[in-house]
Antibody, heavy 118, light 111 residues
Framework: QVQLVQSGAKEAKPGASVTVSCNVS????????IHWVRQAPGQGLEWMGW????????KVAQKFQGRVTMIRDTSLTTAYMEVSRLTSDDTAVYYC???????????WGQGTLVTVSS | QSVLTQPPSASGTPGQRVTISCSGS????????VNWYQQLPGTAPKLLIY???QRPSGVPDRFSGSKSGTTASLAISGLQPEDEADYYC????????????FGGGTKLTVL
């Protein structure tokens, strides 16, 4: 069965960076794009970007350009997203999700809580 | 503030029909597929409707989607207590360099 399993909760200080991983199984990793979506406490969903695991190409939302990096390791069938220069506004649950087409996201990871606090 | 606009809340009694709207523009809803997600408290979103009006396997036919111009709608008929959740629309936006968009979400309360 298709599964996306994310890394555990993380704490980071303002100005630091954090990396969230997303290990997939149950399908061919390079066949579907992986999207990243975040949700601040009590807030809605916010699209952050995607990575094409086949070629490694990425598209990052304009808001996050220069601060978010997406990579993948095909041998580990894992996608990673790094967010740098963290502020308290980056405190959120970060989700990875498999994309069938555009933002048709059919399988999601369980989410990773990132807390930014001094 | 989301570019896709949803009402923040909706409500209905068991058995009723409820509709949630999602208003966008010519660069997103009018030209791209709309998807709907259901999010229960403390869980990851679940794909409910894709490509405007298609239901994934396992989603009851009480849920239906439609689109006209720059507005999409999610309808839930025969409302049940377990339908109480947050609902989000999502679509690709072709403006600038292109990006994904989510609506602000609608909290559905079953009275």
């Amino acid at each position: 069965q298709v599964q996306l399993v994310q890394s555990g909760a993380k704490e980071a200080k303002p100005g630091a960076s954090v990396t969230v991983s997303c290990n997939v199984s149950g399908y061919t990793f390079t066949t579907y794009y992986i999207h990243w979506v975040r949700q601040a406490p009590g807030q809605g969903l916010e699209w952050m970007g995607w990575i094409n695991p086949n070629r490694g190409a990425t598209k990052v939302a304009q808001k996050f350009q220069g601060r978010v990096t997406m990579i993948r390791d095909t041998s580990l069938t894992t996608a990673y997203m790094e967010v740098s220069r963290l502020t308290s506004d980056d405190t959120a649950v970060y989700y990875c999700a498999r994309s069938v087409y555009q933002v048709q996201l059919d399988y999601w990871g369980q989410g990773t809580l990132v807390t930014v606090s001094s | 503030q989301s570019v896709l606009t949803q009402p923040p809340s909706a409500s209905g009694t068991p058995g009723q029909r409820v509709t949630i709207s999602c208003s966008g523009s010519s660069s997103n809803i009018a030209t791209n597929a709309v998807n709907w997600y259901q999010q229960l408290p403390g869980t990851a979103p679940k794909l409910l409707i894709y490509r405007n009006n298609q239901r994934p396997s396992g989603v009851p036919d009480r849920f239906s989607g439609s689109k006209s111009g720059t507005t999409a709608s999610l309808a839930i008929s025969g409302l049940q207590p377990e339908d109480e959740a947050d609902y989000y629309c999502a679509a690709w936006d072709d403006s600038l360099t292109g990006q994904g968009l989510f609506g602000g979400g609608t909290k559905l309360t079953v009275l």
